[in-house]
């Protein structure tokens, strides 16, 4: 299965042409998609009028929504802040490590278009579902 981060999700509501945003039009109709739940409200928070809203939750929700923290990945999220940041890497958001801690935990690729997952390619073993990564 593959998650969607909002960096994605929101060129693709805008209909902004990036490799990440025409990857998720193609996989919509042949891949199993997700999303997270704080990927959900970041999306939809930044929809003005309710049409477009309403039009994008209900694409949104009808895919499978992952829960993304809870105990266990929070700590985990932690771990893997203090070990790229130990390797003088600093990850800007905290709720990107979260969204890659539990991908890299539930074994989920993800399709992203913000640097920040990058490290978590290179050290931690995210998968990144962007064909030629």
Same mark, same amino acid.
């Given at each position: 299965?593959?998650?969607?981060?909002?960096?994605?999700?929101?060129?693709?509501? +805008?209909?902004?042409?990036?490799?990440?945003?025409?990857?998720?039009?193609?996989? *919509?109709?042949?891949?199993?998609?997700?999303?997270?739940?704080?990927? *959900?409200?970041?999306?939809?928070?930044?929809?003005?009028?309710? +049409?477009?809203?309403?039009?994008?939750?209900?694409?949104?929700?009808?895919?499978?929504?992952?829960?993304?923290? !809870?105990?266990?990945?929070?700590?985990?999220?932690?771990?893997?802040?203090?070990? %790229?940041?130990?390797? !003088?890497?600093?990850?800007?958001?905290?709720?990107?490590?979260?969204?890659?801690?539990?991908?890299?935990?539930? +074994?989920?690729?993800?399709?992203?278009?913000?640097?920040?997952?990058?490290?978590?390619?290179?050290?931690? !073993?995210? +998968?990144?579902? %962007?064909?030629?990564?």
């Amino acid at each position: 299965m593959i998650l969607v981060d909002s960096s994605v999700w929101i060129d693709y509501f +805008r209909g902004t042409s990036t490799p990440e945003a025409e990857t998720l039009d193609s996989l *919509l109709s042949t891949e199993p998609i997700a999303t997270g739940d704080l990927v *959900l409200t970041e999306v939809l928070q930044g929809f003005v009028g309710d +049409r477009n809203f309403n039009l994008a939750k209900k694409l949104l929700t009808s895919l499978v929504i992952v829960d993304l923290a !809870g105990q266990d990945i929070a700590i985990r999220a932690a771990k893997n802040f203090r070990a %790229l940041r130990a390797l !003088g890497i600093s990850v800007r958001k905290t709720i990107d490590t979260v969204i890659a801690t539990r991908c890299i935990e539930s +074994r989920l690729s993800l399709l992203y278009s913000d640097r920040d997952f990058d490290p978590f390619v290179e050290h931690l !073993g995210l +998968r990144s579902a %962007l064909p030629g990564t």
